[in-house]
């Protein structure tokens, strides 16, 4: 089992960034990929980024990319989403997730996910 905490929502105007941070902790000395998904009212949960912990492999949503960056520390066994140019439209609760399996085409899908974060707002006024 994987526990995931989530920190760094908050309220920004647009154009401005934010930098979510997720922290891993309890069995991760085996994991595929971590990734970020978030979910705003009304819609479906949707993928964002996600990496790849072995070989540092990034994947983002069309909709982010050129504007956020997924990184990783390994030593902290944490995840972080820095999150530039942003848009009201990016607005929703960003969740963090890992998977102990999968491939590079499996990271997409919320589904292939085994563990989840509890989530962190982030709005962006226009």
């Known amino acids: 089992q994987v526990q995931l905490v989530e920190s760094g929502g908050g309220l920004v105007q647009a154009g401005g960034s934010l930098r979510l941070s997720c922290a891993a902790s309890?069995?991760?000395?085996?994991?595929?990929?971590m990734g970020w998904f978030r979910q705003a009212p009304g819609k479906e949960r949707e993928f964002v980024a996600a990496?790849?912990?072995?070989?540092?492999?990034?994947m983002y949503a069309d909709s982010v990319k050129g504007r956020f960056t997924i990184f990783k520390d390994n030593a902290k066994n944490t995840v972080y989403l820095q999150m530039n140019s942003l848009k009201p439209e990016d607005t929703a609760v960003y969740y963090c997730?890992?998977?102990?399996?999968?491939?590079?085409?499996?990271?997409?899908?919320?589904?292939?996910?085994?563990?989840w974060g509890q989530g962190t707002q982030v709005t962006v006024s226009s």
């Open positions: 997730a890992t998977t102990r399996y999968g491939y590079s085409g499996s990271v997409y899908v919320p589904a292939n996910f085994d563990s």
């Open positions: 309890g069995r991760t000395f085996t994991r595929y990929a």
């Open positions: 990496i790849v912990w072995s070989r540092g492999n990034k």
